[in-house]
């Protein structure tokens, strides 16, 4: 029943963006949406869990998750708003490592019997390393445009040969990561059958990204006329509407004791936000007039570094109490506040 609402609300949220000039309406049914798009998605990828193990799963879900981020950063390229594309997979990144994980683990850790949530310790580390080589790229590009040095010339194919090289590491690491608990399954109460689960992620997934283009063109004209500036656009309100699917998923499984399947979702949207998504969506800029590169604003670039050891220092050692969640919290508390006022 809540399945056929959902969809119904995503249908009237598809005829209020494209037959009607009612940006609130569609706003608030966009809203609306988009949360039983998410209770969609927590559903299937549970039942997934005890078909396919966390990381299968995890993977599975943060593609499907991050598909409403894939067609923001598109639209707004064409667009022409590089401002607007680059901050949109920066806030994405930021939402899920900071906002996300930090009420997951808040969650995960309420819900453990001695108040600590544990999970396996790899993905963690893996993902520290994946996001590290991210940063490195970003760090050592915005270095060198700031000291305007001859590579500061070549931003854009240095950037196209950092995104191959991280697809291609990626690439290297996805397989053995998603073989390495293929014995390991979540125990779960879902009888919901593995087709009828695919289905339901695959439906709840295109519909979030249709969804979430609708609701940020809903709130284009509320950013105008409060005066919010492009990052904040960018690294909040993006970051928050396109990630609604992981805050429901990540959250929901934590607070019913899914560690691993929680920490696999949000870190493996992590992971490929930096070195699949970012990197893919770089070299299909290359067939916009607005290209995309890996030079971001020194003050993010800093944050960026610091929230891959925040995470790396927190969930490194598979376990985790509430407080260091609610400080992942506040690291982005701040980061929201900063931008607030660029």
């Not at 499984?253 to 493996?268: E, F, M, T």
């Not at 020194?298 to 407080?323: E, H, N, R, S, Y």
Request: hydrophobic share 55%.
């Amino acid at each position: 029943m809540l399945v056929a609402v959902t969809f119904g609300l995503t249908a009237i949220a598809g005829v209020l963006h494209y037959a009607t000039d009612q940006p609130v309406a569609t706003f608030v049914v966009c809203a609306i949406a988009l949360g039983g798009l998410a209770w969609i998605v927590a559903l299937g990828t549970e039942a997934l869990g005890s078909h396919f193990g966390p990381a299968a799963t995890g993977v599975l879900q943060s593609t499907l998750g991050n598909l409403p981020e894939l067609f923001v950063v598109l639209f707004a390229l064409s667009a022409g708003e590089t401002v607007v594309a680059q901050t949109s997979i920066l806030g994405s990144l930021f939402a899920n490592a900071l906002l996300v994980l930090g009420l997951s683990i808040v969650a995960g850790a309420r819900a453990a019997d001695d108040s600590c949530m544990r999970f396996g310790a790899r993905l963690p580390n893996d993902t520290a390393i994946l996001t590290l080589l991210a940063v490195f790229l970003i760090t050592v590009l915005g270095v060198s445009d700031r000291v305007g040095d001859r590579a500061s010339h070549h931003t854009l194919a240095i950037s196209v040969v950092g995104a191959i090289v991280l697809l291609l590491i990626y690439a290297s690491w996805l397989p053995g990561y998603v073989r390495s608990d293929t014995a390991a399954r979540e125990p779960g109460e879902s009888n919901l059958p593995r087709v009828p689960a695919l289905v339901l992620l695959a439906g709840a997934g295109v519909g979030a990204a249709l969804v979430s283009d609708w609701f940020i063109s809903a709130l284009d004209p509320a950013v105008k006329s409060l005066g919010i500036s492009k990052a904040f656009t960018g690294i909040v309100i993006v970051g928050i509407a396109g990630n609604a699917v992981e805050n429901a998923v990540g959250v929901s499984l934590a607070a019913r004791g899914k560690s691993d399947l929680a920490v696999s979702v949000v870190k493996n949207s992590v992971s490929q936000i930096a070195v699949f998504l970012y990197p893919t969506l770089v070299l299909l800029s290359l067939f916009f007039a607005h290209r995309l590169t890996f030079v971001v604003n020194p003050v993010l670039t800093v944050a960026l570094a610091l929230t891959a050891i925040a995470m790396w220092a927190i969930t490194g050692d598979g376990k985790a109490a509430a407080f260091e969640g609610w400080a992942l919290v506040g690291l982005y508390v701040i980061l929201a506040a900063l931008t607030w006022y660029e």
